[in-house]
């Protein structure tokens, strides 16, 4: 199975920039997710992949074959790049039948009649639909048609799978077994595989590895344990998961090995410092994007609401004299199952949502102290360049 | 999971050889960019379309005919716009249009509303009854009316002189009071079938939303269903009132034995009646007409432009049905009744009924015979005008699918601005009526060198029924290919299929539906016109309007009779097969 790379692609639309420079790389085998807000570009990006959209600028190599290259003036039509899809809306033709719908990619490719029944047929198996080879696809349960979608993208052996949000037209549960039988059925094939959703839940789950875009951009690539435990932009954090966003007007002593600043919660004043690892740049531009319309702030402190941890008054909790101590009052409580989520306000214009376990029982109106350990925080620099 | 579970892997390496290779498409392999095909397809339009418009307007400056242009002059336009001429046309033609669009209206809402929101009796019977008038020609019904209601001899004029001994006609349709009677009669069934279903798809939960709040039910119609519906009410109103002021065979049928004179019969008279016919002054007014028409449609756009169809958002729940009081209920029923009666039933009843009359007037046991019925089926004339009607309609009927089908593929696939002027074009002649349009295939194809000169042959005919059949035909085509997800043509493009095998094995198939309700349409919409062969025919080539008319004015009633019973055979067969290709897609 081949990979694929993008190098600096583009799409625009009249002045609109879709898809800005969009570079990457997906290793043979990799289903490689692409993830953002609704109009990020991720769906532009797949579609240029597919040769459906014509690009406005870079290159698309698939394996050793160029596919597409604005600049050699290479542009391989969709029908000859050789890929599998499935569309967002299954695309199943509803004047055919199952196996009709599943041949057809083997028809284009002038296979013959019994080669074709034999290759559908392990397919339906594949797919669990034996034997509703004959049935009308318009008879199918969204499920089924799903299934339909995936196997005849997969009957030819396509070079790469590309999915357009393929689970978001299922409900919920039915949602949650297709992803997993998605990616077992991706892997036992060994096929690379292209991914576009806008569910971050489903993306964290299913991908080797995130692409996350937005405003045509894309702002982090990585696994999914990279892209949740250390996003790279503000928008990243606050995009995947839950989390706190602390702006700090000013006062941050920016030093070579990290940067020093305070934090008032009530009455107190905590010393934060934060190596330099944990700091990321980014561009004031995009900084500015991501706050709601304020001035652009010194820093930004992030943390996860479940790195927070929550004692009350006395207690600081059990972590070390490291920690970041903070002191505030619970304002919301709310119980979630397994754990709760409470939102305590550590000063006038901040508050943090704090995640615990439910043997911890905090009332709403009551003073606590959080502490938040410094290497689960991430600090986010706004560079003028 | 369990479909996971077992070694169903496919066996890769095995199967690879037997993939064929995919071929370059033709297309590509030529190197012709697409756009080249969408100017070629524009070229066409604007030959079919632009060209008879910008000849007509040439030639309201020429004092020839056509086939000879003649000298450049102003005198065509003085003629209306220096005397009082113009206005006494204007004023009728807007007064027969407000007329027959206000008792239209009236009675479209009162039955549209009553049909899709209350508990009228037989509802199913009267919405499927109700759009009927609408499909039989107007001049079929017209011939009924006039058999019944002329003052010299009509059927209900003799029987009153005979049984009551009256004197003098106790009815006569001839002018105004026909003119307007008969025309709104079809007026009603057309706006009933535009209404109807924006008053079914009205999201409920507008109506629901006030009645939480507190509004009764009649309340709730006057203050929030009506106003809601008021820019689709007011969209289709003007369009009913432009097609009243282009409309033909009424003011010929009705007006013109009145003395009443439209636009559209007085353009035909000074072609017709007048020796040498006065194609300058004639062609003056259809451009007057032309300017007239535009900006009304100009005006509905601007006023309705942006806000027209906002409050149907076909969620597809059943809005509770209002109860109306016993007398009410029935009185609506009743009036539907009658409707039926005058609208159908009467006029197609008397045709049939003479139809086995030899001689007009004269209905006793004794005369009844189906001699009108041999005459008629071995009548070369009426015989070769079916032929030919059947012949020019199905042609015009295929090309208006084909250029229709990729107009509206063109204009919803592609984001390419020739789209929106190829469905500009296509549309135009909507604003084009009929005795214009023919008055413009006349100077546009009489008027040029061998071989261009069609006048006279079929083909000018044809390419009239195509112009006309085009603006609905290209409307229901894109409408057609709308309803097609084009992830379904990606899906084929992606897996393999070429542009065209795309066409073949995908889009052909789906839009069939669509292409053969477009057929249908556009061959009624040529079945039944009178406008262009009236004016482009010539003996060999009439079609059975015309040989319809021939008959009328030569008082030939009972071939007429029978004739007319053809055409509504001819039409009403092709609805049914619609219909019947229609419920087996069920």
Redesign the interface.
């Given at each position: 199975m081949p990979d694929i790379a993008l190098d600096n692609l583009s799409k625009r639309f009249g002045t609109l920039v879709a898809v800005d420079g969009a570079t990457l790389t997906a290793a043979d085998g990799e289903l490689l997710t692409l993830l953002g807000p609704s109009g990020c570009g991720k769906t532009t990006t797949l579609r240029m992949i597919?040769?459906?959209e014509e690009p406005s600028g870079g290159s698309i190599r698939i394996g050793d074959r160029m596919v597409y290259d604005h600049a050699r003036g290479i542009d391989v039509?969709?029908?000859?790049?050789?890929?599998?899809?499935v569309?967002?809306?299954y695309?199943i033709?509803?004047?055919m039948t199952v196996a009709e719908n599943i041949a057809?990619?083997?028809?284009?490719?002038?296979?013959?009649r019994a080669?074709r029944r034999e290759?559908v047929d392990?397919?339906l198996?594949?797919?669990?639909l034996a034997g509703l080879g004959d049935k009308p696809s318009t008879l199918l349960s969204g499920g089924q048609q799903q299934?339909v979608a995936l196997a005849?993208?997969?009957?030819?052996?396509p070079a790469l799978l590309?999915l357009d949000e393929p689970l978001s037209n299922l409900d919920a549960k039915l949602r949650e077994?297709m992803r997993?039988?998605l990616r077992?059925?991706q892997q036992?094939?060994g096929l690379t595989a292209i991914y576009v959703t806008h569910d971050q839940e489903e993306a964290l789950t299913l991908s080797d590895r995130l692409v996350v875009m937005n405003h045509g951009e894309i702002e982090q690539i990585g696994t999914p344990i990279d892209v949740y435990e250390r996003p790279a932009t503000r928008f990243v954090a606050q995009f995947i998961g839950k989390g706190n966003m602390i702006d700090v007007a000013s006062g941050v002593d920016w030093q070579p090995s990290g940067a020093r600043l305070t934090l008032h919660s009530g009455a107190r004043v905590a010393e934060v410092h934060i190596p330099s690892s944990s700091i990321r740049t980014e561009p004031v531009r995009k900084a500015a994007a991501t706050t709601n319309g304020g001035a652009t702030p010194a820093a930004s402190l992030f943390v996860r609401p479940e790195k927070i941890e929550i004692g009350d008054g006395t207690r600081t909790g059990t972590r070390s004299q490291q920690a970041v101590q903070l002191a505030g009052r619970v304002i919301g409580r709310a119980y979630v199952g397994n754990r709760a989520e409470y939102l305590v306000m550590i000063n006038d214009a901040t508050s943090l949502k704090v995640e615990a376990s439910t043997d911890v029982t905090v009332g709403a109106g009551r003073e606590v102290m959080l502490s938040i350990a410094p290497e689960d925080m991430v600090l986010y620099r706004p560079s003028l360049q | 999971m369990s479909v996971l579970t077992g070694d169903a892997a496919p066996p890769r390496g095995q199967v690879a050889a037997s993939f064929g290779v995919l071929r370059t498409p033709l297309v590509a392999r030529l190197g012709i960019p697409p756009v080249v095909f969408y100017a070629l397809l524009a070229v066409l339009l604007a030959v079919l379309v632009l060209y008879p418009f910008a000849v007509l307007l040439t030639s309201s400056f020429f004092t020839g005919q056509p086939g000879r242009l003649g000298s450049f002059t102003l005198v065509n336009y003085e003629v209306w716009l220096t005397s009082w001429d113009l206005l006494p046309i204007l004023f009728n033609s807007v007064v027969y249009s407000t007329s027959r669009l206000a008792i239209g209206l009236f009675f479209a809402l009162l039955f549209a509303w009553a049909v899709a929101r209350t508990n009228v009796p037989f509802v199913g019977l009267m919405a499927w009854m109700i759009p009927i008038p609408f499909f039989i020609p107007d001049l079929l019904t017209a011939f009924g009316w006039l058999m019944l209601g002329n003052p010299q001899n009509g059927v209900i004029n003799l029987l009153a002189q005979q049984m009551f001994g009256i004197q003098g006609p106790v009815i006569n349709l001839y002018g105004w009071g026909g003119l307007i009677f008969h025309a709104s009669l079809n007026t009603i069934s057309f706006m009933f079938l535009m209404l109807v279903g924006f008053f079914k798809q009205m999201d409920a939960s507008y109506e629901e939303a006030a009645t939480t709040l507190g509004a009764s039910k009649l309340k709730v119609m006057t203050t929030i269903t009506f106003p809601m519906l008021a820019p689709a009410i007011l969209s289709i109103s003007l369009l009913v009132f432009i097609h009243g002021l282009e409309s033909f065979e009424n003011p010929l049928l009705f007006g013109n034995p009145g003395g009443v004179y439209v636009f559209a019969n007085e353009i035909y008279r000074m072609l017709s009646y007048r020796h040498p016919p006065e194609y300058g002054a004639a062609t003056a007014l259809s451009v007057i007409l032309i300017v007239v028409t535009f900006a009304l449609l100009v005006l509905q756009w601007q006023k309705l432009g942006g806000r027209r169809y906002t409050v149907v958002t076909g969620k597809g729940y059943r809005p509770t049905r209002l109860r109306l009081p016993g007398f009410v209920r029935w009185g609506i029923f009743s009036l539907f009744v009658i409707y039926f009666l005058l609208a159908v039933v009467i006029p197609i009843g008397q045709i049939v009924f003479n139809s086995f009359f030899e001689i007009f007037g004269l209905y006793g046991w004794q005369y009844v015979t189906l001699k009108n019925w041999t005459n008629v089926l071995n009548n070369a004339r009426a015989m070769n005008g079916l032929k030919n009607t059947i012949i020019y309609a199905t042609i015009a009927a295929c090309a208006v699918v084909v250029i229709g089908g990729l107009v509206g593929y063109i204009r919803v696939r592609t984001r390419h601005w020739l789209g929106y002027v190829l469905e500009l074009m296509a549309w135009a002649p909507w604003t084009l009526p009929g005795v214009v349009m023919g008055l413009a295939l006349l100077w546009a194809w009489a008027l040029p060198p061998q071989p261009f000169n069609l006048y006279g042959t079929a083909l000018v005919i044809i390419i009239g029924f195509i112009v006309k059949g085009l603006p609905l035909g290209a409307a229901t085509m894109q409408s057609a290919v709308h309803q097609i997800s084009p992830e379904l043509e990606e899906s084929s493009r992606v897996h393999g299929g070429s542009w065209l095998r795309t066409v073949r094995h995908i889009l052909a198939p789906l839009l069939r539906r669509g292409a053969f309700a477009t057929f249908v349409i556009v061959f009624a919409i040529a079945a039944r016109d009178l406008t262009i062969p009236l004016l482009l025919y010539r003996d060999d080539i009439e079609t059975l309007t015309v040989t319809l008319l021939h008959y009328y004015e030569t008082a030939d009633m009972g071939t007429l009779a029978a004739t007319s019973l053809i055409q509504l055979a001819l039409v009403m067969t092709l609805l049914l097969l619609d219909r019947l290709t229609r419920e087996k897609e069920k």
């Open positions: 597919a040769g459906l039509p969709a029908e000859m790049r050789g890929l599998g899809m569309f967002q809306t695309a033709w509803p004047h057809y990619p083997l028809r284009m490719r002038h296979v013959r080669g290759l392990k397919m198996d594949l797919v669990g299934r005849r993208a997969l009957v030819f052996e590309l077994q997993f039988e077992i059925m036992r094939v | -």
